[in-house]
């Protein structure tokens, strides 16, 4: 079994809390602690990737995402903490008062190139493009897929259940509740506890794609990452449970419910 190098950025590990909410207990693994500025789960992926990226000593990363992505935010703060400059392909307008993540981005120097949805269907070819361009100012590059979820990149979520197991006797939880967006959360986890023996459900909330597309994709990662790394897994399939019905009022918008939610646990109103 291959096990990559990290790079140590995130502050992990994060708090495991009992909770309750509308007279139901439950526990809550606080990733969204993982670091003021970096916070969230993105940063654990990017441990692994910007370490890929220092070995390949390149002088951009890029990554992609909507305007307002935290998986994009995560990316530029960390790789300028480190002095490798970002490029973001963003779908969404170029705004002139830049808030939120937008603001951050901007604050560390990112280079941004805003598509429409239509061009951001082709975003891997204006990605390749831009890296022939600075291929031929001898630039090196290294592209970040969306979320962080590569073979790699989900290796921040197969430890993540390591830190768990060390927290808490995961034998005794029917399972792990979480967004799944990109499904690098969901991937890792899924070869985190085959990797542990452990088998426990992954309810997962799917923020944007079908429960089909989505199993796939999750599917799909975890196979690649159990391929690329020699760990001769057996993935237990069945406990991807993925609901799609969450959403009704669509993508990044904020349906009052979401609202009340939030004023009990700070969580970000797009991947609760
Ligand atoms: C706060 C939060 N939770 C969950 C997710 C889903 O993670 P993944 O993209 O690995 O499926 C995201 C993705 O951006 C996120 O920002």
């Known amino acids: 079994m291959k096990t990559p190098n990290k790079i140590n950025l995130a502050n992990i590990p994060t708090p495991f809390l009992k909770t309750q909410f509308n007279g139901s207990k439950f ?14 789960n993105k940063i654990r992926k990017l441990e692994y ?14 990554t992609r995402g909507g305007d307002q992505s935290n998986h994009a935010r995560a990316t530029c703060i960390a790789a300028s903490s480190l002095g490798i400059k970002s490029k973001l392909f963003l ?8 808030d939120g993540n937008l603001f951050l981005d901007k604050l560390t120097g990112a280079d941004i190139k805003f598509l429409t949805k239509k061009e951001y269907h082709s975003v891997d070819d204006y990605m390749l493009e831009e890296q022939n361009i600075l291929k031929k ?4 590059s290294y592209i970040i897929p969306s979320g962080g979820s590569s073979p790699l990149g989900i290796w921040g979520y197969i430890n993540f259940i390591k830190e768990l197991s060390q927290q808490t006797d995961l034998t005794k939880f029917s399972g792990i509740l979480s967004a799944t967006g990109s499904g ?21 909330v799917s923020v944007i794609e079908s429960k089909e597309i989505m199993r796939e994709e999750i599917i799909f990662l975890a196979e690649k990452c159990n391929y690329e790394f020699g760990l001769k897994l057996k993935l237990n ?8 019905t969450f959403s009704e009022e669509g993508y990044k918008n904020i ?14 109103p797009v991947f609760y």
């Open 91 to 98: 779908w969404g307008n170029e705004n002139q008062n830049p």
């Open 27 to 40: 526990f809550i693994k606080r990733d969204d602690y993982t670091g003021v500025e970096l916070s969230g």
């Open 137 to 140: 100012k001898k630039l090196k």
């Open 255 to 268: 349906a009052p419910k979401k609202i009340e939610v939030i004023k009990n646990f700070l969580l970000s």
């Open 49 to 62: 990737l910007l370490w890929e990226a220092k070995k390949q000593k390149v002088d951009y990363v890029f």
């Open 184 to 204: 690098g959360t969901a991937a890792g986890m899924l070869v985190g506890q085959a990797l542990l023996n452990l088998n426990f459900k992954l309810f997962l």
């Open 237 to 244: 399939y069945n406990n991807l449970e993925i609901f799609d």
